[in-house]
């Protein structure tokens, strides 16, 4: 789950796959996980491809104790991209 840098609170509702049936569009989730620099890096490469907004991501979350779980919900798949990026 994400987390609001100012409050620390999860905030479940991003994580909500929203479905759009009126106009067949659906709520793809990102996750971009790495470095720091390496994260924002990726964040502004899709933004200069005009993909997604900067401001559409949210702040940068700590992983606790290097682990991450993510709960999918029924039905749902993963495709996970690992890109390597020139960080010079």
Not at 26 to 38: D, K, Y
């Amino acid at each position: 789950m994400l987390q609001d840098s100012a409050s620390n609170q999860v905030s479940p509702q991003v994580l909500t796959n929203q479905s759009f049936e009126a106009d067949n569009r659906e709520a793809v989730r990102h996750v971009i996980i790495g470095s720091p620099l390496g994260v924002r890096r990726t964040i502004h490469q899709l933004h200069a491809l005009r993909y997604a907004e900067v401001a559409r991501w949210t702040h940068p979350i700590a992983i606790p104790d290097n682990r991450i779980i993510i709960t999918p919900d029924q039905g749902e798949i993963m495709s996970l991209l690992v890109k390597l990026i020139r960080l010079d």
